[in-house]
């Protein structure tokens, strides 16, 4: 274990105690699992960088060419024969 010393403002000291004392845990031990539990959303994103994402995800699909049935099943129908010529069976 490493000791460190640590400055919080009053808001936080109370609730650091008030949480220490209704789970009768010691202190140290809820600032660990807080970190940990605040270390774990590190890699999740924040709600703009989700909205972000989402309104560029719709900015691309507004921007795909609608095609008719026929031409997207022509193209399937190829890359079939494609990959079962390249497979050996075509």
């Not at 640590?6 to 845990?25: A, K, M, W």
């Not at 807080?34 to 989700?50: G, S, V």
């Amino acid at each position: 274990m490493m000791k460190a010393t640590f400055t919080f403002d009053e808001d936080t000291s109370r609730r650091l105690t008030d949480t220490s004392n209704r789970l009768g845990r010691p202190k140290s031990e809820i600032v660990r699992d807080a970190i940990n539990e605040y270390h774990a959303k590190l890699d999740r994103l924040t709600a703009p960088e989700r909205d972000a994402m989402l309104a560029e995800f719709d900015r691309l699909v507004a921007a795909i060419p609608p095609r008719d049935r026929a031409e997207v099943d022509g193209e399937l129908a190829e890359v079939r024969v494609s990959r079962s010529a390249a497979a050996g069976r075509g």
